[in-house]
């Protein structure tokens, strides 16, 4: 499966639409749809904006905004580990 940003450049080439024409459909920077499309989601604002550019594009495409944001999801899954807290070499003795 092409990456998200690979599926977004391929739709909009493909009704010939330029990124600037893009970028004005959506309200996106240039710049962030470039990123966008290059895969380069961490050189973007927050997850927030991330989303809600991806939701736009889609949009401005004809493309359903679920399917855009199902693959960039799928792309940046991360397993995220809590460490556990070390015990204190010296534990405070109990107070009663």
């Known amino acids: 499966m092409p990456s998200v940003g690979h599926y977004l450049r391929e739709h909009r080439e493909s009704r010939g639409m330029s ?36 939701k736009s594009y889609a949009r401005a495409l004809g493309l359903p905004a679920d399917d855009v944001l199902a693959r960039y999801t799928a792309s ?10 070390i015990s204190s070499a010296n534990p405070r003795p109990a107070r009663g």
């Open 76 to 85: 940046r899954r991360v397993a995220w580990v809590t460490p556990l807290p």
């Open 19 to 54: 990124v600037a024409e893009i970028s004005r459909a959506t309200r996106v920077p240039v710049t962030s749809v470039e990123r966008m499309e290059a895969g380069r989601f961490e050189d973007l604002p927050g997850e927030v904006f991330v989303r809600g550019f991806l």
